[in-house]
């Protein structure tokens, strides 16, 4: 697993993951601040093609936005609601 250090620039990470072939799975946990910048990171996700998985943990702004969530959802091909509050133990 990849760790991103939270004072890490989005735009440079956005084209390291881009160009990454080998990258599996990526911390971002309390790294992005803004919608625009996790829109930014899962559009680079989504044309990566060798992520299994990204760790968005302590990132405010998902749990607060319903359009950032179905964004996310909707890029991701996710089946499920992985934003419903009985998905947090």
């Not at 989005?10 to 803004?34: C, I």
């Not at 990566?48 to 302590?58: E, K, S």
Request: with cysteine.
């Amino acid at each position: 697993m990849t760790a991103i250090h939270s004072t890490c620039n989005v735009k440079s990470l956005t084209r390291w993951v881009r160009r990454s072939d080998k990258l599996l799975h990526l911390d971002v946990s309390g790294v992005l601040k803004t919608s625009k910048q996790v829109r930014s990171l899962i559009k680079a996700v989504k044309k990566q093609g060798t992520i299994l998985a990204v760790h968005l943990n302590d990132t405010p702004v998902i749990s607060l936005d319903k359009s950032l969530q179905n964004y996310i959802k909707r890029k991701l091909s996710l089946d499920r609601d992985l934003f419903a509050p009985e998905n947090y133990p």
